[in-house]
């Protein structure tokens, strides 16, 4: 994948509690060109997330003791598009048509985030 030039750079909140992963994950996006901010608690994620300035939610559905759906809820409510990974069966989450179950490819997480960037700017 192509990476997004500097000028348009889309920001992405990248939501996870696991430290290691959310690294992982980070990094993937860094590479595809996005520029990222992280949290690793639902409540660290909710202020960031109103801020104005993302543009794409990455998320865990279970962040611990939290729920990251009331993120993605958060999210659709100011008109940010929202990805959700899990690594709970996908059956679990059937309204949720932008879920990566874990695990996934690097170019997987990009082709999405770009597929939902992509889709929200041709509205």
Known sequence: ????????????????DDPDVLEVLRQALEDGGYVVESACT??????????????????DLMLGEEDGVVL?????RHDIPVLGITGHPARWWPSRPAVLQK??????????AGR????HQAY
């Open 1 to 16: 994948m192509e990476s997004i030039s500097q000028a348009a750079t889309p920001r992405v909140l990248l939501v996870e």
């Open 116 to 119: 939902l960037l992509g889709a």
């Open 72 to 76: 993605m809820r958060l999210a659709e």
């Open 42 to 59: 639902r409540s660290a994620a909710a202020s960031r997330l109103v801020s104005g300035c993302i543009d794409l939610l990455i998320t």
């Open 103 to 112: 695990p996934f490819t690097a170019e997987r997480l990009t082709a999405e």
